[in-house]
């Protein structure tokens, strides 16, 4: 799975088309874009690429970034010995662009930015139904908000289109994330001025993808991020409470953790959520693990077995958690000093059991009885964020904005800020910049 695979447009319409396809059939040929545009000049094609980009993003990206920087932040292990693996547990110097596991993050991504881009360059000039159009390109701009917001979480400049040189120009993350952002409210305005059509949402859109409350989610996530405090609560009270989002998986296609963590057991979980900040009695940690006497190999961390969203191979996993959005709100307001407020929102997720979450994601602790000061406050967030969006892909972006012990000084709870750039693209575009140190 953690394989540099090199995709095309047209293989992601073969993969819409076919459905059932394994995610290794699109290791294809490269065409160029002239091909792709005369390729993409039908209904039936465009929306074969609107479902080959779903399932290639939850079956090839998802994973290889949850789980890389989930080794990184320190959530999960190595169990294996492969030079990539012991790379990014080791992190610091031993993690150089050389590493496979920086082209797959990289690569995958720009494949879902680029493919996103050209399904906004195409639908236009198709004759669809309006409803139809509408929801293929909200999908679209929400999969290039994702892809370059996941690009920041793992990369300290990111490039925020793909450009058909391969020459890419980077930009710093707030920009970027300003960028992914105006992708969203596109994304935002198009569904209010034209409902998705009954088409889309039955036969394009991924069944379980709750379209405009993850576009809203994602919103209020890269606000909180760039430090837009006032929009990040705003957009976070646009989602439902009550809704729910997911990435859907099949016999085919499995879900990724299922596959590395339960299945084949390459990587594994740490015990207490791998957050030195876990709480005893919060109910979040039997969601997610299942106690095992086991340690790691080669490391020899404590290790438990993995459960929640990842229980079968089919089980899907949420597009984001309902309970982030709390959590925005709390950061939010204790980076304001709006301390009764963050308090407050800290209590609702400290307190809810699984039968008040539409996750059955509960805590079930006390009310917070710390002080209440920026400090403080932002610490008892993190705890939260790191048992309530366990396996998000957040925790490496978390521990940094919220000032975790870090590298150089420190490599308990994260053992890189930044990931280098990975050796191909810097072989491949002059644009790329020098290796962060850590």
Known sequence: ???????????????????????????????????????????????????????????NVLGTLYINTGVTSRELTINETYLGQVAIEEGGDQLDGSIGEMASIFGGEMEVLRTSELLLRQVPQIAFDPGTRSGILALAHLYSARAIGDLTTVFEQVPIHSDPDENAAFYSRNDALAVAIAHLDSAARILADTAPSTLF????????????????AYRARYHLFRGDLDEAIEA????????????SYDAQNLNPFFEDLVQSRSY???????????????KRVSFFLTSD???????????????GFFTSGTSPIPAYIPGEMILIRAEAYAR?????????????????????????????????????????????????????????GLRLEDSRRLGRPGPPASLDERNRNYYPYPDQERRNNPNTPANPAN
């Open 236 to 247: 976070s009270e646009d989602v439902d409470p009550a809704a729910t989002s997911f990435f």
């Open 268 to 282: 594994a979980a740490r015990d207490d959520l791998g957050s030195p900040l876990t709480e005893a009695g919060d």
């Open 336 to 392: 304001q000093h709006v301390y009764d407020k963050a308090v407050a929102a800290i209590d609702s997720i400290r307190t809810k059991t699984a039968a008040q979450d539409p996750l059955g994601l509960g805590a079930d602790l006390p009310p917070y009885s710390g002080a209440e000061t920026e400090e403080a406050l932002l610490t008892e967030v993190y705890r939260q964020r790191a048992a309530e969006l366990y396996l998000q």
């Open 1 to 59: 799975m953690h394989t540099t695979i090199r995709n095309s447009a047209i293989g992601l319409v073969v993969l819409g088309a076919t459905l059932g396809a394994a995610a290794c059939s699109l290791n294809v040929t490269d065409p160029n874009s002239a091909s792709e545009d005369k390729v993409l000049q039908s209904q039936d094609a465009i929306q074969a690429l609107a479902v080959g980009l779903q399932q290639y993003y939850a079956n």
């Open 201 to 216: 949402n039955s036969k394009i859109k991924s069944s379980r993808l709750d379209l405009l409350n993850t576009i809203d």
């Open 293 to 307: 006497p086991a340690v790691s190999n080669p490391k020899q961390y404590p290790i438990d077995l993995l459960g």
